[in-house]
C-alpha cells in the first residue's frame, strides 16, 4: 500500500476524467490516493513526505500545458525532486502521432508537436519529472461554445480526426495509461529518492 498523489490541471473536463479514472484504479489495488485539481489545494502542505509518489496530468492546448499547472510546480519543485513522479501530457497532437491511418507527414509533425509542448514545460517549471508519457486526449465538442468548437474542428480536420460536433471524440489508450502509471507506481518507496538528471524530453516521444 502506497499514498499516491493524481493531481490534475483541465480546461473541457477530460484531464479531470483520465485523473478519475487513475484514482479509482489505484484505490482499488489497495493503495490510499489524494485526487486533487492543482487550482484548489497545497498537498504538500505537510511536507515532502507525505506521498510515496506523485501522478501530474494536464492538457496542451495551443502548444502550452495549463498554467495553473506551470505555477504549482514551480511552487513544490523541492518537493517534487524527492518524490517519484509521472507527467501525463494530454493533447490531441498525440492522437495523430498513434493514428496508423495518418499520412506520416502529419504523424511526425504531430511527434514534433508533442515533444515541442513537452519541453515547453520542462523549461516554463524547470522540473524534471521521473517519467513522461504523452497521452492522447479528446474532442469535447458539446462542452464548446460556437466559436471554439468552430476552431476546434478545422484542428481536428488538419489532424485527421472526427469533425462530428454532435458528440464527444474520446481517443485516450487507457491501457497504455495504466501500464505506465503502474510503472510510476512500482518506483515508490520509503527511502532516498533520485530525482533524473537527464530531461525525459526525448524519451516522452521514444
Not at 38 to 48: H, T
Not at 138 to 147: D, E, M, N, S
Not at 163 to 184: I, P
Amino acid at each position: 500500500m502506497k499514498r499516491i498523489l493524481v493531481a490534475y490541471a483541465t480546461r473541457e473536463g477530460h484531464t479531470e476524467a483520465i485523473a478519475d479514472h487513475l484514482a479509482e484504479r489505484l484505490s482499488t489495488q489497495g493503495h490510499i490516493v489524494t485526487l486533487m485539481n492543482v487550482a484548489n489545494l497545497d498537498p504538500f502542505e505537510d511536507g515532502p513526505n507525505r506521498f510515496d509518489c506523485a501522478i501530474f496530468a494536464a492538457s496542451v492546448h495551443l502548444g502550452r500545458h495549463e498554467p495553473e499547472m506551470i505555477s504549482f510546480v514551480r511552487a513544490h519543485l523541492r518537493e517534487l525532486a524527492e518524490t517519484p513522479t509521472g507527467f501525463l501530457s494530454v493533447s490531441l497532437a498525440e492522437t495523430t502521432v498513434e493514428d496508423p491511418a495518418a499520412p506520416e507527414d502529419k504523424r511526425e509533425k504531430a511527434k514534433h508537436d508533442v515533444a515541442l509542448a513537452i519541453q515547453h514545460f520542462i523549461e516554463d517549471t524547470g522540473w524534471l519529472p521521473s517519467r513522461t508519457k504523452p497521452i492522447a486526449g479528446a474532442l469535447a465538442y458539446t462542452k464548446y461554445g460556437f466559436i471554439v468548437r468552430f476552431a476546434l474542428k478545422m484542428i481536428a480536420r488538419s489532424a485527421g480526426v472526427s469533425t462530428d460536433t454532435s458528440c464527444d471524440h474520446v481517443y485516450t489508450n487507457w491501457r497504455v495509461l495504466d501500464a505506465f502509471v503502474d510503472d510510476v507506481v512500482a518506483t515508490a518507496h520509503g527511502g532516498h529518492y533520485h530525482a533524473p538528471s537527464q530531461p525525459p524530453a526525448a524519451r516522452a516521444v521514444s
